[in-house]
């Protein structure tokens, strides 16, 4: 069967990666983080917070990220407020 391009995610789609190390959460952050993301970034925000446990440290790496703008870095802000909420120090 063919795969079609809309099966496939775009190279520069907004992704997070969350690994647990120890006691801390490290969240790392690829693609490209801009308004016009906006509805892909909110789905990968949503299941961080979802899927992040509680009570661990928070770590956030942005190295991957290829671009961002104003709208992209409040995501990630509300995002981290979010995480903190759940009991998630950051560092």
């Known amino acids: 069967m063919p795969v079609t391009t809309e099966e496939i995610e775009p190279l520069h789609a907004p992704r997070i990666r969350a690994e647990n190390i120890g006691e801390a959460l ?4 690829s693609g490209t983080w ?7 970034i909110e789905q990968c925000i949503e299941a961080l917070v979802e899927n992040g446990g509680t009570g661990l440290r928070l770590g956030l790496d942005l190295a991957g990220v290829r671009e961002l703008d104003a ?4 995501i990630i802000h509300r995002a981290v407020r979010d995480l903190r909420s759940a009991g998630h120090a950051s560092r």
């Open 26 to 29: 490290l969240a790392k952050f």
């Open 71 to 74: 709208a992209g870095a409040w």
């Open 34 to 40: 801009v308004a016009g993301d906006s509805p892909a």
